[in-house]
């Protein structure tokens, strides 16, 4: 099965200006993301896919692959289906491009359903969640059924302990991997109800039916949104040292 990495990325960010380009320790951000998504066994490739051409220039000067497309996409799945209608893949890995902290061994779990079960059509991650993240409506937390497929993701907290049951509640990672057929289903699709409800655009792939394999994997990173999650970012590169900055 021929995996390929894509790498969403835009310039408007309201909260972080320029979001994509930020300096983490001599590199810029969306070519941390890309130098980690490389290291990535399960994939192919990895390309980057923005509507702006700075974004491009600075991957490509990197040696990286880039693709402009379309400014008016509603999100950044729109945008990965775009690119995967024309390019030669079986299956897609979402990589989120502000997540500079995101190493291969995630993007591996996020492929690996996909590689050992057919009949998958899509996949994502899990963590245990903490008590804080369990009441923050920020972080989305999603409960399964017994064979991993997702029953349902929520900014809610679930779920509700009437009994002490010993169940673990997950918090939901932002990384996806699809099969080529599903991402464009899934790009043609109108929003949903509950996805409308929650804004959460993986709503839609199961009001419409799509299984959803979850994998479990131990921790969940720190995405840049703000200039505080930009500044801890750096803080972690800056104590890895300069093997980093290459």
């Known amino acids: ?26 590199l810029p951000m969306i070519v941390r993301v890309w130098k980690n998504a490389c290291q990535a066994k399960t994939l192919s490739e990895v390309i980057v896919t923005a509507p702006d ?8 000067s990197f040696g990286g692959r880039a693709e402009l497309t379309s400014d008016k996409h509603r999100s950044g799945t729109d945008r990965l289906a775009e690119l995967a209608e024309r390019i030669e893949c079986d299956a897609v890995v979402n990589i989120q491009g502000d997540e500079p902290l995101l190493p291969a061994e995630l ?7 996909l590689l050992e079960d057919s009949s998958v059509q899509m996949a994502s991650l899990m963590c245990p969640a ?17 064979n991993g497929d997702a029953l349902y993701f929520t900014r809610s907290e679930v779920p509700y302990r009437r009994n002490e049951s ?32 929650e804004s959460l655009e993986q ?22 949104d703000t200039p ?9 590169f800056a104590r890895k040292g300069e093997r980093d900055l290459s």
């Not at 993007?107 to 359903?113: C, D, F, H, K, L």
């Open 1 to 26: 099965m021929k995996i390929v990495g894509i790498i969403p990325a835009r310039m408007a960010s309201t909260r972080l200006p320029n979001k994509p380009l930020v300096d983490i320790c001599g």
């Open 53 to 60: 051409q700075q974004i491009i220039d600075i991957v490509r």
């Open 107 to 113: 993007i591996n779990a996020a492929a690996a359903p």
């Open 130 to 146: 903490t008590p804080e993240e369990l009441k923050n409506p920020n972080n989305v937390k999603v409960v399964t059924a017994l």
């Open 166 to 197: 010993g169940v673990t509640s997950f918090k939901h990672i932002g990384v996806y991997a699809y099969t080529r057929q599903t991402l464009l289903q899934l790009s043609q699709w109108a929003p949903t109800p509950l996805e409308m409800a």
């Open 203 to 224: 709503l839609r792939a199961l009001e419409n039916g799509i299984r959803i394999r979850m994998a479990r994997v131990a921790f969940s990173l720190v995405g840049v």
């Open 228 to 236: 505080a999650d930009l500044e801890r970012v750096r803080q972690v």
